[in-house]
């Protein structure tokens, strides 16, 4: 099992990056796990420019929240694609409407960790660089912001790899 964490800002290339981990992997049983959820047009354009990428040699596993027993289904012969983690965020505080609390959030991302401490498959996760910019105003933008990067920082400690992509260049930081 490898586990690999790609970070980046919004349209910076990671996605493309980490297919092509996939496509270039000695592993043949791909799976794409899509945390995407079809909220409105804007939204269901992006999921289509990301089905245009993928072939039929994809499986595709749409997941908005329970990526954790998702990834128990996979064996050694697997590699795995998540995509993307900060969506994934978004649907957990927005699981139970604007009440989602630290405790719940916790909780999710501790089952996340475990989750990926223990699969068996090779996974990529692609997931946002948050803590590039400015504090958020709004009370759940900042809820989100800080556990998004508390996520990540959770998940490239156990990570083999960590790929920071900006304007399309990978630059390994882990591994």
């Not at 799976?31 to 990428?53: C, F, G, L, N, P």
């Not at 609390?101 to 909780?107: D, H, K, L, R, V």
Request: charged share 20%.
């Amino acid at each position: 099992m490898s586990l690999h964490l790609i970070l980046g800002g919004a349209r910076s290339g990671k996605s493309s990056f980490a297919e092509s981990l996939v496509l270039s992997s000695p592993l043949s049983s791909r799976h794409y796990v899509a945390t995407a959820t079809k909220s409105d047009q804007e939204m269901q354009r992006r999921i289509e420019h990301h089905q245009a990428r993928r072939d039929d040699s994809w499986r595709l596993h749409e997941c908005p929240l329970d990526i954790d027993l998702l990834l128990s289904n996979f064996t050694n012969q697997d590699i795995v694609l998540i995509d993307c983690l900060t969506l994934w965020m978004s649907n957990v505080i927005f699981e139970n409407g604007q009440t989602a609390t630290e405790e719940a959030i916790n909780q999710r991302v501790e089952r996340l960790i475990e989750a990926l401490s223990v699969s068996q498959s090779d996974v990529i996760l692609v997931s946002n660089e948050v803590g590039l910019g400015v504090v958020p105003m709004g009370e759940v933008s900042r809820l989100f912001v800080d556990h998004a990067g508390w996520m990540n920082q959770a998940i490239a400690k156990i990570a083999d790899k960590v790929t920071f992509v900006a304007a399309g260049l990978p630059m390994q930081l882990k591994g």
